[in-house]
Structures are given as C-alpha cells and as structure tokens.
C-alpha cells in the first residue's frame, strides 16, 4: 500500500475529505516528510483546532503555523516531530499583558498531539487521541508581542496511551533582538 493510500485509510470519517486538501499548499512547511503526510497533517490539525463557533481556542490555534514536520527514525523506535510558529496577542494575555497559563497550555495541547498524528500517520496506524494530563513547567512570563516556537515531540505510542513532550520559547520580541 503506497503512503497516500496508507493516509487517506486514515482519515477518520468527521475529517475532511482526501479531495478536499489533495491541492492544499504546503510549500512553506519544511521537514523530512511527504507532501502527502505534510497536507495530511496540517488538515487534521485545523480540523480539531477548528472554527470559533465549533471550538474553544480557535481564534488562537488558526494563528498557529506549521513551520516544520519530520519523522526521525524508523519503524516502533521513530518519533514525530511537529514545529509551530505563534505572535502572542492581546487576546492571548492576562492583565498583566503576558500570556496567560491557561492560553499557553491550550497551545500545548493541538501541538503535542499533532506529533502524535504524523507518527501515526507514518506508522499506519490512528494517532489521535484526548490529552489526560500536562505538566506544565514555566521559567518565565512571555510579553505580548513575543513570538513563540512551539516544538513538540513524540515519547511513547503504544496501544491506547501516547506521550508527547513539547517545548514552548521565545523566537524575538517585538521590543529586542533575537532571544
């Protein structure tokens, strides 16, 4: 079975149809993996991130852009690898204008699993999934303004439970040089 074949299989049934994202650009996106993969799992990222009406977060999570997908390794041993891109906004920060706990965890959230997604896709397999917990370690406030990369990283798919790391800093400010 060839890889779009493989994708397609996967698409769940509420997703958006292969004909649907087949001429999706995906040109900016950088990373070892196939155009194919790359529209696959762009698709379904903005499909759970969704529309303001649908979803919680979703003014948020559009603006976050797939900067880079890769898969490292092979078979059982591979890992996804998802990296995004996001400017903090008014309407991500608390009074203090820095961004809010509660806004950077959502951002955690679409962006672990969607490590998981092209690891799933790669292995054959549905790697999407409900997160059951975070851990979120925080060194210091993030300033409106602040651009942000977003790594996330898969740890562990196997059976029904995932892990996945992913690490959120600082790209520049609108105020500074690179951090």
């Not at 292969?18 to 950088?30: G, L």
């Not at 993030?142 to 790391?165: D, I």
Request: proline residues 2%; glycine residues 8%.
């Amino acid at each position: 079975m060839n890889h779009r074949t493989r994708v397609v299989a996967l698409l769940p049934s509420y997703a958006a149809d292969w004909e649907d994202i087949k001429d999706m650009d995906v040109s900016d996106i950088k990373g070892n993996v196939s155009e194919d993969m790359k529209r696959f799992s762009t698709a379904l990222f903005r499909f759970f991130v969704s529309t303001e009406d649908k979803s919680y977060g979703a003014a948020v999570g559009q603006r976050l852009k797939f900067l880079e997908i890769n898969i490292w390794g092979e078979g059982r041993s591979a890992c996804g690898e998802s990296i995004f891109e996001i400017m903090v906004g008014e309407d991500m920060c608390n009074v203090f204008g820095t961004l809010h706990g509660a806004c950077a965890a959502y951002i955690v959230d679409p962006c672990s699993v969607s490590s998981l997604v092209t690891l799933g896709t790669f292995l054959g397999i549905d790697g999407t999934g409900v997160s059951q917990s975070m851990n979120l370690i925080w060194h210091s406030p993030v300033r409106m303004g602040t651009k942000l990369r977003v790594v996330a990283t898969s740890m562990s798919m196997k059976g029904r439970v995932r892990s996945a790391r992913c690490e959120v800093s600082e790209v520049s400010r609108r105020d500074s040089e690179t951090i």
